[in-house]
């Protein structure tokens, strides 16, 4: 059955996310899953006078991969995969997955090599992101897998993700340029500040911002969106943090994820569930174990767990850090084959300090703006 929402995703996907001009070339990975969005975004990108491109895989191939492959395999990148990074304009990605489940059983080691061979790539791929020659963006198309780990049904997930998505508003482009507006006067105060002191359930962490430039994401680089971002300074990080929520990623869920930092690196990692994946991932390479990002989430529609980092990082009143790769355009100097999000919630009892000024409190920003 036809959802008009599907239509009205992919064209605040194509003329506000990446705002497609004429005769830029633009990829569309994704997978049949996701057919009804891919083919509105296929139209819209003509319709703006682009050239669409498809680049369509399976779910299922990564567990093939990952179990038959050999080393050699693992480590080879085809150099077509490089020149496509050189010679796109745009990047749409839409995430569908039958079984979030598949890689469970699958050796980390392996996981964690073939992420260090294409290393290089994604940091082209942030590079040219960086410099405004590549303009990306991702988002998922609801599935009854999504709808499971969310604890939901598949209408349910679905309203979820459009409300999240602000597609109910009379003007969603127009919504999403107001958050915009607020989001960048959380960002003017942030921007000439130095200390940042995160305060909760056992946690105590601080680290330096100084220099370094917060980046607002307001629905073009990811989207539903909804937080505001900076690179840490890479020796900066000291103290320890819990997460609130369990780490998803590669199909595995680690719970009750921390992390204690000396001098930017961590030095001590524990996990109640899977942490042996944990400290695989965090021996991938020496970036691994530094901090690439902390973030402020902001979007008020998404007050749900759901152990999918796109809605998760997002949640209003968290932060979250990723580890391993920082964005450029954020000042982060950290390189690294991983980058994963972690959630701490701050709206039991969680405070943020910066310079000696109460920043937010119980999830909920304090200052004058």
């Not at 000439?192 to 680290?207: E, H, N, S, Y």
Request: hydrophobic share 40%; aromatic share 10%.
């Amino acid at each position: 059955m036809y959802d008009p929402r599907v239509e009205a995703v992919a064209r605040i996907l194509v003329d506000y996310s990446v705002n497609v001009q004429p005769g830029e070339l633009v990829q569309i990975r994704g997978t049949p899953e996701g057919a009804p969005l891919i083919l509105a975004v296929y139209q819209r990108i003509l319709e703006r006078g682009g050239y669409p491109w498809l680049r369509l895989g399976l779910d299922e191939a990564a567990e093939i991969l990952f179990k038959y492959a050999s080393d050699a395999q693992l480590d080879f990148v085809p150099e077509i995969d490089r020149q496509i990074i050189e010679q796109i304009d745009a990047q749409i990605s839409i995430w569908t997955e039958l079984n979030t489940k598949a890689l469970t059983n699958i050796d980390p080691a392996r996981q964690s090599r073939f992420q260090a061979a294409r290393r290089p790539l994604t940091e082209r791929f942030l590079e040219r992101a960086a410099r405004k020659e590549l303009k990306w963006t991702g988002t998922l198309y609801p599935t009854q897998a999504f709808a499971q780990d969310a604890e939901m049904s598949l209408r349910e997930f679905e309203d979820f993700y459009y409300r999240a998505a602000l597609v109910h508003e009379s003007d969603p482009i127009a919504a999403w340029q107001a958050i915009s507006r607020d989001q960048q006067r959380l960002i003017d105060w942030l921007s000439d500040k130095d200390q940042v002191r995160l305060v909760g359930p056992d946690t105590d962490l601080t680290l330096s911002i100084q220099g370094r430039h917060w980046v607002n994401c307001d629905g073009r680089e990811n989207f539903p969106d909804g937080e505001i971002f900076t690179g840490p300074v890479e020796g900066s990080v000291n103290g320890h943090v819990r997460f609130t929520y369990p780490a998803c990623t590669d199909g595995r869920e680690v719970e009750d994820v921390r992390l204690w930092f000396e001098n930017g690196r961590v030095v001590k990692a524990t996990a109640a569930k899977n942490e042996a994946f944990l400290l695989t991932m965090l021996d991938t390479d020496e970036g691994a174990r530094y901090l690439g990002e902390f973030a402020f989430g902001t979007n008020q529609g998404i007050q749900r767990f759901t152990k999918n980092t796109l809605f998760d990082e997002k949640i209003g009143g968290t932060v979250h850090m990723a580890l391993g790769a920082g964005y450029p355009e954020s000042g982060s100097k950290n390189r690294s084959a991983i980058h994963w999000d972690m959630v701490c919630d701050l709206r039991q009892g969680g405070e943020v300090w910066v310079d000696g000024v109460l920043f937010a409190r119980d999830g909920k920003f304090t200052i004058t703006l």
